[in-house]
């Protein structure tokens, strides 16, 4: 999803010129802060005041009181959200700049995989922190929208996608990810993620050529599949 950040830099120089503008034009907003849902544009400085902490699931808290002896059935027979209806608030809470509609979707232990980087996020804190970084980088007029999600499966979904500008195709900017979700105090939320992007640059049959190198390589070499 973010990795929209980093293939910009491989635009041409219109392309760039273009993106620029509009970088600097909501480099203004860098000082305003993260819409809630009490306020209007309040951002947060530090991801620490995000309340971390999941807030009760609403079907518990009105089913059962605190002097309610009797056991809560099992998390099956709640009503819980599907999937891709996660997913696509996941998506609303992004294009909204709203990451307070998010926290509830991620689990603590979240690991979320953007391949442009290294290193995987892991962790609800660090997860919001990149996302937080992500919004205010990029100019709200850019939003996602999705093109198909798959919505059979109850605990993984997998999503294609492309970025608009003011509501028009952004180019090189189509994306598929994917997502596992567990039940969690009640709720679905998403547990592991992972985001691929269009890349600017295409090799085309040239990647086949480097597959083919680096397979020989192997063959040759086989210790340096340890490294990798």
């Given at each position: 999803?973010?990795?929209m950040m980093m293939?910009?830099?491989?635009?041409?120089t219109t392309t760039?010129?273009?993106?620029?503008?509009?970088?600097?034009?909501?480099?203004?907003?860098?000082?305003?802060?993260?819409?809630?849902?009490?306020?209007?544009?309040?951002?947060?400085?530090?991801?620490?005041?995000?309340?971390?902490?999941?807030?009760?699931?609403?079907?518990?808290?009105?089913?059962?009181?605190?002097?309610?002896?009797?056991?809560?059935?099992?998390?099956?027979?709640?009503?819980?959200?599907?999937?891709?209806?996660?997913?696509?608030?996941?998506?609303?809470?992004?294009?909204?700049?709203?990451?307070?509609?998010?926290?509830?979707?991620?689990?603590?232990?979240?690991?979320?995989?953007?391949?442009?980087?290294?290193?995987?996020?892991?962790?609800?804190?660090?997860?919001?922190?990149?996302?937080?970084?992500f919004i205010y980088?990029?100019?709200?007029?850019?939003?996602?929208?999705?093109?198909?999600?798959?919505?059979?499966?109850?605990?993984?979904?997998?999503?294609?996608?492309?970025?608009?500008?003011?509501?028009?195709?952004?180019?090189?900017?189509?994306?598929?990810?994917?997502?596992?979700?567990?039940?969690?105090?009640?709720?679905?939320?998403?547990?592991?993620?992972?985001?691929?992007?269009?890349?600017?640059?295409?090799?085309?049959?040239?990647?086949?050529?480097?597959?083919?190198?680096?397979?020989?390589?192997?063959?040759?070499?086989?210790?340096?599949?340890?490294?990798?």
């Amino acid at each position: 999803m973010a990795a929209m950040m980093m293939f910009m830099i491989s635009f041409p120089t219109t392309t760039t010129n273009s993106i620029a503008q509009f970088l600097s034009s909501s480099s203004s907003s860098n000082s305003s802060y993260l819409i809630t849902e009490s306020r209007t544009s309040t951002r947060i400085g530090y991801i620490d005041r995000f309340p971390l902490r999941s807030t009760p699931n609403p079907v518990l808290s009105s089913k059962f009181s605190e002097d309610d002896e009797s056991s809560p059935p099992s998390v099956a027979s709640y009503s819980l959200d599907s999937a891709s209806d996660v997913v696509r608030r996941f998506y609303d809470g992004i294009n909204y700049r709203n990451l307070s509609t998010v926290v509830d979707l991620i689990a603590d232990d979240c690991v979320y995989e953007d391949l442009v980087f290294t290193q995987p996020f892991v962790g609800r804190k660090a997860i919001l922190e990149f996302f937080e970084k992500f919004i205010y980088t990029i100019n709200q007029d850019l939003q996602f929208a999705i093109d198909d999600i798959s919505g059979e499966d109850t605990s993984a979904v997998g999503v294609t996608w492309h970025l608009e500008w003011k509501g028009k195709p952004f180019p090189f900017s189509k994306g598929c990810s994917f997502y596992r979700l567990e039940v969690v105090d009640g709720r679905r939320k998403i547990i592991y993620g992972r985001d691929i992007v269009e890349p600017a640059v295409k090799p085309g049959d040239l990647a086949l050529v480097a597959i083919r190198g680096v397979t020989w390589l192997l063959q040759q070499f086989p210790q340096l599949a340890d490294r990798f």
